[in-house]
């Protein structure tokens, strides 16, 4: 009879761990899908931007800083490998090309053209959808980490090594206020 | 209830419905049988039609929901703010695109219906795009995108049709149940009460069915999860309101239908008969929009 009850916890608590175990794989797999859907949009923005700045530079051939800066923050944005460099370059990215339409205000020919609305109508759909696989992600990554921390499951998480993962954002830098300089 | 769990009952819940539409129609056919004295021949075809039609209901439903509402279906380039509004809102949620649709008509009023969010359809007014603004949109998609990710428009749609057309059927007995003896012979007659009778008897169980699709925590739990992915209650706050304020009744809506729109489309009209009218039981727009403004 004793040997059932201990057969019988045992079993309950191997199957505990089994559904545990599952859902820490499952919850790990949906970040990295996640992870992939930013991988997209990120390549849909750097693949626009050459195009932008060669329109832009059509007008306004004199502002080289501007145009520098951008193509700069787009090759690191390429080269970012891990999570928190991409959102850092991501950021940057976007700072410059504030400052690359701060600089377009000042053309009103360019600012009509067809093709330039287009390109700043498709630029900023895909901010939209960075924005919101990044929340995706960022909430995919909660749901994650919390599974991590909260007891019973963090022990399992320890004993098979689950890692925590990092969230998108580009830390400080998001509280940054945007600086635009004229030059 | 959360999400989860909301996942498992919608899919339980459809299944009940499908068996329970054999059920009901087997046995009301059964008794129709009887009363003329042929046996269970008749039975027998209505189960296997019952079966048939409760099992294609499972598939064919979204189809038939959008053409009785004449939603028609839009691409990108017909309506771009819609399309990348849905588009958007379908990636900060993680579920696939669904398809878009456009009823052409000024009440300004939106559903979404499919299995599953792979097979998954939203479809819009008009009048809904051209009186909301754009943050209000987006309260509206993502409230039907959570009804999608709930799997709530699996049970919608499978009610609509089978429930919806059990409730035709008890409409067009009970009329003749109310007319009969009016020129009409009294054998005929006699049967069509009986099964008047039948369902009038069945009646407090189609309603309740009928409550296991539309349900406040459903309604509740779509607008909660839909500030979750927008985090902006005020968006789909205000919307509401405007949906609600609008006077206008949605033409292509039915009583089958009528649960699965956001608000309900009748604006609380009498839509004739009764037995059908056991639909129209949205959650108060007021208490919606209470509680979105409150969080």
Same mark, same amino acid.
């Not at chain 1, 051939?61 to 991409?86: I, M, P, W």
């Not at chain 2, 996942?7 to 009887?34: C, D, E, H, P």
């Not at chain 2, 409550?211 to 992915?229: C, M, P």
């Not at chain 2, 956001?262 to 209470?290: C, D, M, V, Y």
């Given at each position: 009879?004793?040997?059932? @009850?201990?057969?019988? @916890? ?38 626009? @931007? ?28 390429? $080269? ?75 022990? @399992? ?23 635009? $300089?004229?030059? | 209830? #959360? ?21 009901? =129609? ?44 004449? &939603? ?15 588009? #958007?809102?379908?990636? %900060?949620?993680? !579920? ?17 219906? %499919? ?21 209000? *949109?987006? %309260? ?16 919608? &749609?499978?009610?609509?049709? *089978? ?13 003749? !149940? ?7 012979? #009294?054998?005929?007659?006699? =049967? ?33 999860? %839909? ?28 009583? &089958? ?6 608000? #309900? ?31």
């Amino acid at each position: 009879m004793e040997m059932y @009850i201990v057969l019988g @916890i045992i079993g309950v608590v191997v199957l505990y761990l089994w559904i545990v175990y599952n859902g820490l794989v499952t919850a790990r797999l949906r970040i990295k899908e996640a992870l992939s859907h930013i991988d997209v949009q990120l390549k849909r923005r750097t693949d626009l @931007i050459p195009n932008l700045v060669e329109t832009v530079k059509g007008y306004a051939k004199h502002e080289k800083g501007v145009f520098e800066n951008v193509t700069k923050a787009r090759s690191q944005l390429l $080269s970012a490998d891990s999570t928190k460099e991409k959102a850092v370059a991501d950021n940057m990215l976007t700072q410059t090309l504030k400052s690359l339409f701060a600089v377009a205000e000042n053309y009103p020919n360019l600012k009509a053209t067809e093709n330039f609305q287009k390109l700043q109508d498709e630029l900023s759909d895909t901010e939209n959808k960075i924005a919101y696989s990044r929340q995706f992600y960022n909430s995919n990554v909660l749901d994650y980490n919390t599974r991590l921390e909260v007891f019973p499951s963090s022990i @399992i998480a320890n004993m098979f090594k689950f890692q925590p993962f990092e969230f998108f954002t580009a830390g400080e830098e998001d509280k940054k206020p945007t600086k635009v $300089s004229f030059e | 209830m #959360n999400v989860y769990n909301a996942v498992s009952a919608n899919k339980r819940k459809t299944w009940i419905i499908m068996v329970l539409f054999v059920v009901f =129609i087997t046995t009301l056919t059964y008794v129709y049988g009887q009363a003329n004295g042929y046996g269970l021949t008749y039975a027998g075809i209505a189960l296997v039609i019952a079966g048939i039609t409760s099992f294609g209901s499972y598939y064919v439903s979204d189809s038939l929901v959008l053409a009785t509402t004449g &939603a028609k279906q839009v691409s990108q380039d017909q309506s771009p703010e819609l399309y990348k509004t849905v588009e #958007n809102l379908s990636i %900060g949620s993680g !579920l696939s695109m669904p398809k878009v649709y456009l009823i052409d008509d000024p009440s300004p009023n939106a559903f979404a219906t %499919g299995r599953d969010p792979k097979h998954a359809s939203i479809a819009v007014t008009t009048g809904l795009l051209q009186k909301l603004s754009k943050t209000e *949109l987006e %309260g509206v998609i993502a409230h039907e995108l959570s009804h999608i990710k709930n799997f709530d428009t699996r049970l919608m &749609a499978v009610t609509a049709i *089978l429930v919806g057309f059990v409730a035709i059927l008890g409409d067009i007995f009970m009329r003749s !149940l109310w007319f009969s003896g009016k020129g009409r012979s #009294n054998k005929a007659g006699g =049967i069509f009460a009986v099964i008047g009778i039948v369902f009038v008897l069945l009646s407090p169980i189609v309603a309740s069915l009928i409550q296991l699709a539309i349900s406040r925590k459903r309604e509740f739990l779509a607008d909660a999860s %839909g500030v979750l992915l927008t985090r902006y209650p005020e968006g789909l706050a205000s919307a509401l309101e405007k949906i609600a304020r609008d006077p206008l009744p949605l033409r292509t809506a039915s009583n &089958a239908t009528a649960h699965l729109f956001i608000e #309900n489309p009748f604006k609380n009209k009498s839509s004739g008969a009764w037995f059908s009218s056991l639909f129209n039981t949205h959650p108060p727009a007021e208490e919606r929009i209470k509680l979105l403004r409150s969080m």
